[in-house]
């Protein structure tokens, strides 16, 4: 007997009607991927494991609460999940740290201070927020990379995954946003180190 392949949109509503048999085959189906996905970012197999089952139990609670509505794009839905959830745990950790070096994006750069005076912190704030405001400014595509890029952290290649787009076009959008935010950095004088 030939094996038949349902699509996820299929097994999602198969799961969704109760029948537990599509949630294996789905969870078979990815686990490798997003196991990978989890691992590439926390680089503790137990971590991983953690991670994954919190991220299954929020696929399992939002399809049963009938709020799954990501038509034909489970995966990266379920990868959205679990990167938020490891964005979570190293914000609980405290161990966030964002720190490029590349100067294409030395503008984005923040180095966390635990020393840092009240007076560095407020200058610091206040960086941020202009940068914010700046980037609010942005077409909405060139505002999507930046998020996904430099505050998710994700890999090109994961943005051209979950955005349905290809890794050149998501280099040319962070390109133009790179851009454009020097052009208003220029126009505004606005100094970003303080």
């Known amino acids: 007997m030939a094996k038949v392949f349902l699509p996820d949109a299929v097994l999602v509503r198969e799961y969704a009607s109760g029948n537990e ?74 161990k966030v740290q964002f720190q490029r070096d590349q100067e294409e994006y030395s503008i984005f750069s923040r180095v966390e201070d635990p020393a840092m005076n009240i007076e560095s912190q407020m200058i610091t704030e206040q960086i941020e927020d202009d940068l914010h405001t700046l980037i609010l400014r942005l077409p909405d595509d060139q505002q999507e990379i930046i998020r996904l890029r430099l505050y998710d952290d994700l890999s090109f290649k994961e943005i051209a995954e979950l955005s349905g787009i290809s890794i050149n076009t998501a280099l040319g959008r962070m390109r133009y946003a790179v851009i454009n935010l020097r052009k208003m950095i220029q126009q505004k004088q606005i100094i970003l180190n303080d």
């Not at 686990?31 to 996905?37: E, N, T």
């Open 21 to 94: 048999w599509a949630l294996a085959q789905l969870i078979e189906r990815h686990q490798s991927r997003i196991f990978s996905f989890i691992f590439s970012k926390v680089k503790d197999r137990d971590l991983t494991d953690d991670l994954f089952q919190e991220t299954f139990i929020k696929v399992i609670n939002t399809i049963r609460k009938d709020n799954y509505n990501e038509e034909g794009k489970f995966l990266p839905w379920v990868l959205r999940i679990a990167h938020n959830l490891v964005i979570d745990h190293f914000r609980k950790s405290n």
